[in-house]
């Protein structure tokens, strides 16, 4: 079973950027709006302190990551959303073609 941990944006280290690449050539579904470069890019200029990058990892290979942020829902409902900005047109998740079912449960559960 895959284990899901958050990563701060600011803290993503080369060996994790090397990681998310390998996991971007490997997805069932690409997403250049969810890719390294864009993503870190993104976090530079755009004013959201609480973007994170939810990865999950079996056998110390990704196989499910997406940028979320923290939200509140009415400001009383703590949640966790995808991360979407005005210049961020698809929202699916970077997940391994090789077990996207495992990979999604395991994002699933790494949100709850």
Request: net charge negative.
């Amino acid at each position: 079973m895959p284990a899901t941990r958050d990563i701060s944006l600011r803290d993503v280290s080369p060996e994790d950027t090397e990681n998310w690449l390998d996991l971007v050539g490997r997805a069932a579904e690409p997403n250049p709006f969810f890719e390294p470069a864009f993503v870190l890019a993104m976090a530079q200029h755009l004013p959201h302190a609480s973007a994170s990058l939810l990865v999950s990892e079996e056998a110390g290979t990704w196989v499910a990551c997406m940028p979320v942020l923290r939200w509140r829902l009415g400001r009383v409902v703590p949640l966790l959303r995808t991360w979407r900005h005005p210049y961020c047109f698809l929202g699916t998740p970077l997940l391994d073609a090789a077990s996207v079912d495992a990979a999604a449960g395991a994002l699933l559960d790494g949100m709850a």
